[in-house]
């Protein structure tokens, strides 16, 4: 029997398996993404990302638009081949915005679990 082991958030230690959700799941996600972005010597797409971490890309294209909007990624846009547009993202490391989000998540995770 093959068990598979989803990656967890070092905030409050849940795993990522598909279609679970909880208060604060694309906080959690999102910060898991973070911490994966600042080990990486060149910008990544979200979909490079769920290729290194084996976490749903809906759910990581959820965190990543968290990161996004509390500032903590930077991000350019290409055009891809056939069509469309993909974004590679960095890592922004300013303290302040970093507390912002860490509050943000804090709060949302005391918030009533469904």
């Known amino acids: 029997m093959t068990t598979k082991i989803y990656p967890s958030c070092s905030h409050c ?3 990522f398996r598909p279609g679970d ?21 060149s910008p990544a797409t979200t979909w490079e ?14 965190a990543m638009l968290k990161l996004r909007e509390y500032g903590l990624v930077t991000f350019d846009k290409e055009e891809r081949p056939g069509g469309g ?11 302040p915005t970093y507390l912002r989000f860490a ?8 918030l009533p679990q469904p």
Do not use: I
């Open 49 to 62: 990302l769920c290729q290194e971490t084996g976490m749903p890309y809906a759910d990581a294209g959820r």
């Open 85 to 95: 547009e993909r974004f590679r993202y960095c890592p922004v490391t300013d303290k």
């Open 21 to 41: 959700f909880w208060n604060g799941a694309n906080y959690c996600r999102g910060l898991f993404l973070f911490e994966t972005l600042l080990h990486h010597d």
């Open 13 to 15: 230690q849940r795993e």
């Open 103 to 110: 509050n943000a998540l804090e709060r949302a995770a005391k």
